[in-house]
Antibody, heavy 120, light 112 residues
């Protein structure tokens, strides 16, 4: 059974960089038919797609975040990562990683999510 | 960008009764390959979202057959034939046709 697990700091200061990692187990991140994505959910709000990456590092980003977001993959560690620069309180959210069965969807396996709060 | 809307935004259902959620997109989600790139997710309280339906009408692995999806173009429907207590949560539709994939605002379903 495929499992995904997010990890990273739960608290980030304004203007700094948010960094998260998603560890994949129970399957290889290198399967060419899948992408790997990040989605976030601000407190009490809906879901926002951040971006997706393939094992060959082909990326798609949400234009609303593109200037601040980098997604990378480390196939040797079977994990992928998210960086968001110059964070503000608006970046406070639960961040989910997910497997993308295609390149834009559907998201068929999800991690449990990790809370990231931006505050000084 | 494609904008997704849902109705109703909240729904209270009696166990054993049917329920229906509507989702509308600002542009057609019908690809030239004949598939509608519309998915449905359920986020149960305190959990991450789970995939219910993909490509408008295909049930994901392990999803009970009381869930069904239909529609084409810009209008889609999720139906629950007989609601059970475990079906409570927020239901989201999502378009996966073009970047950026976009979720609807969600429909909160609870039990009467």
């Amino acid at each position: 059974q495929l499992q995904l697990q997010e990890s990273g700091p739960g608290l980030v200061k304004p203007s700094e960089t948010l960094s998260l990692t998603c560890a994949v187990s129970g399957g290889s991140i290198s399967r060419s038919s899948y992408y790997w994505g990040w989605i976030r959910q601000p407190p009490g709000k809906g879901l926002e797609w951040i971006g997706s990456i393939s094992y060959s590092e082909s990326t798609y980003y949400n234009p609303s975040l593109k200037s601040r977001v980098t997604i990378s993959v480390d196939a040797s560690q079977n994990q992928f990562s998210l960086k968001v620069t110059s964070v503000t309180a608006a970046d406070t959210a639960v961040y989910y990683c997910a497997r993308v069965n295609g390149h834009l969807g559907p998201f068929d396996y999800w991690g449990r999510g990790t809370q990231v709060t931006v505050s000084s | 960008d494609i904008v997704m809307t849902q109705s109703p935004l909240s729904l209270s259902v009696t166990p054993g009764e049917p329920a229906s959620i509507s989702c509308r997109s600002s542009q057609s989600l019908l690809h030239s390959n004949g598939y509608n790139y519309l998915d449905w997710y359920l986020q149960k309280p305190g959990q991450s979202p789970q995939l219910l339906i993909y490509l408008a009408s295909h049930r994901a692995s392990g999803v009970p057959d009381r869930f069904s999806g239909s529609g084409s173009g810009t209008d889609f429907t999720l139906k629950i034939s007989r609601v059970e207590a475990e079906d409570v949560g927020v239901y989201y539709c999502m378009q996966g046709l073009q970047t950026p994939p976009a979720f609807g605002p969600g429909t909160k379903v609870d039990i009467k």
